[in-house]
């Protein structure tokens, strides 16, 4: 049996693809394809096939499913009181998949506690449990169902972002995409732009690996307003004002854990 990531190309995600490859573990990615925003789709995709092409230079390769699956979101529901309908719809898409593709014993996840989705975690979860249930139950994949696994849900991004090893840090690193909300600008147009020191990838090589052809020339600008931008944002602050962050959060201060527990007491 393999392990699957759920790979956006992002800081966290990267870090666990590093780390699986660092281990020699067998594994696969895969992408999900939120079409509502292409402009993200697009620099993500840019990322993370910058990513393996530079280790398919080191002979390290793997199977990606990058057009597996793709969806799109109603308008209206992106702004209904359930504010987290991604993780939602990224378990609705695992299960699809892994109808097709059943040798998965484990699921990768890149989040860390200080996402939104741990106030959700549970919740997500117990679905998946009841999906996969309602989907399976008089089938041989029944037996198979996958465990989700949260790596670095203990870390902080700073803990993550320094724990790149010196070639990572120096090679990977500069490639990952954090923003939701990337603008496109004309690099005829563009004089100097220095957006908090984050590298600006300009698009001009015909035969780059995200498929934009020289006459779609594009510079992917972060938006500076979204949740990932103001994280990476502060984060980049921090390191720039030496604050060195704690190793990871105290179990006792955790505003998740406290309301997991009372969910659990209620329950009883």
């Known amino acids: ?17 590093l780390d699986l490859i660092d281990r020699k573990e067998s594994f696969d990615t895969i992408y999900f394809n939120l079409e509502n925003n292409e402009i993200k789709t697009k620099a993500e995709l840019r990322a993370r096939n910058l990513i393996k ?51 998965y014993s484990k699921i990768y996840m890149g989040y860390i506690k200080e996402d939104d989705f ?40 700073q803990q993550i972002y320094n724990s790149y090893t010196d070639e990572y840090k120096k090679e990977i690193r500069p490639l990952i995409w954090t923003c939701e909300n990337p603008h496109i600008i004309n690099p005829r147009q563009l004089f100097f732009n220095f957006y908090n020191s984050i590298a600006i990838d300009i698009i001009t090589d015909p035969n780059d690996p995200s498929n ?13 307003q979204c949740d990932p931008c103001k994280k990476f944002s502060k984060l980049k602050d921090e390191i720039t004002s030496g604050i060195v962050c704690k190793e990871n959060y105290n179990n006792e201060d955790d505003p998740v854990q406290e309301k997991e527990i009372k969910k659990e007491e209620v329950s009883l």
């Not at 934009?212 to 500076?224: A, R």
């Open 118 to 157: 741990w106030h959700y975690k549970s919740d997500f979860l117990n679905i998946f449990d009841s999906m996969w249930n309602i989907t399976f139950s008089n089938t041989e994949s029944y037996k198979l169902k996958p465990q989700f696994l949260f790596p670095l849900e203990w870390d902080l991004k």
């Open 212 to 224: 934009i052809t020289k006459e779609e020339q594009k510079i992917y600008m972060p938006c500076g």
């Open 1 to 17: 049996m393999k392990s699957l990531l759920v790979w956006s190309g992002g800081l966290d995600s990267t870090k666990i693809l």
């Open 53 to 103: 092409n530079f280790f398919k230079e080191k002979n390290i390769k793997w199977r990606d499913y990058t057009n597996t699956v793709k969806f799109t979101i109603n308008p209206s529901a992106l702004n209904c009181y359930f504010p987290t309908y991604q993780p939602l719809v990224w378990i609705m898409s695992i299960i699809f998949f892994l109808g097709i593709h059943k040798e």
